[in-house]
């Protein structure tokens, strides 16, 4: 696909990154754990059935290997473009691109997805897709990691590249937050959007097993704009010592952050619950939280 946006990620190097780490996935895999248990929980609480289904940038199945055991779901399609990750995943398997969806137009009663979507170059592209392969009234559930997602080693890297190399590279991709998500729903024609953020902050011995994790889980450094140079020695273990500085507990580990934005978004049917008119409320907000009801602008302040 040619995204109508600028390109951010260099797709292709992220496969090669996925496949070579491909054999270590599942010693790396904690957050697509936390992840799929997420989703599992969210769908297990919807009273109805979704017969056909898509894990979209499925890695090495983990996700659909947990919603596999909902007795709601029917059959689960992975969709990974990593040969070696696909190659480990169970069931019905296709290797594909996030960025081009092999799905035909309303075919999909559901489509999950885990920390995958925010790769995509276009990713108001990657969800127009999504919701045309949805059936009307079909469910998109999908987790992204946000914008606060390992600031700490950013930082880090910042401020080792301007001591030892003269300037900083682009080192940790950059996260949109909540915000962003929930517009480009509404953007890609999704009904009933929402987005929300959970933040996990992770303790490791030093920063570079942060990195190590990192490499595994294929989040490492695939941007179009990175320095096509190898890291140097030094940059790196200036970053480590900074990033002991910074952000290390009293016992010596470091803390690195995840924000996992959740969304979800509903392909648009004529029976959804649609959003009332601007004035048709038939009762007052006060009277059913029991307050005094107050002009708007004014203000109660306790000296």
């Not at 754990?33 to 056909?52: E, G, I, K, Y």
């Amino acid at each position: 696909m040619n995204p109508a946006g600028p390109l951010i990620f260099d797709r292709a190097l992220l496969v090669r990154r996925r496949d070579r780490w491909a054999a270590a996935a599942p010693a790396h895999d904690f957050l697509l754990h936390r992840t799929a248990d997420d989703l599992a929980d969210r769908l297990s609480l919807m009273r109805r059935t979704f017969p056909v289904a898509a894990c979209v940038g499925a890695f090495h199945g983990v996700v659909s290997r947990r919603l596999r055991q909902l007795a709601t779901l029917g059959l689960v399609v992975d969709m990974e473009a990593s040969p070696r990750l696909a190659a480990q995943c169970d069931g019905s398997v296709v290797v594909a691109d996030d960025e081009a969806l092999p799905f035909r137009q309303e075919s999909l009663d559901l489509v999950v997805s885990g920390l995958a979507l925010q790769h995509a170059n276009d990713v108001p592209g990657a969800l127009a897709q999504i919701r045309r392969a949805l059936k009307p009234d079909g469910l998109l559930l999908a987790s992204v990691l946000g914008g606060l997602t390992l600031h700490e080693l950013r930082q880090a890297f910042v401020a080792a590249e301007s001591e030892t190399a003269g300037g900083a590279s682009p080192r940790v991709a950059p996260f949109a937050d909540v915000r962003d998500f929930g517009g480009l729903l509404q953007r890609a024609g999704f009904a009933l959007p929402v987005a929300d953020t959970d933040v996990v902050e992770v303790a490791y011995p030093d920063a570079l097993a942060l990195m190590r994790d990192v490499q595994a889980m294929g989040m490492s450094n695939a941007l179009l704009e990175r320095r096509r140079t190898f890291l140097r020695r030094d940059t790196l273990f200036r970053a480590a010592e900074i990033y002991a500085e910074r952000f290390a507990r009293a016992d010596g580990r470091v803390i690195a952050t995840f924000e996992i934005i959740t969304l979800t978004g509903w392909a648009p049917h004529p029976d959804q619950q649609q959003p009332l008119r601007p004035g048709s409320a038939k009762a007052r907000l006060a009277d059913a939280l029991g307050v005094a009801e107050r002009p708007a602008g004014r203000r109660d302040v306790k000296e």
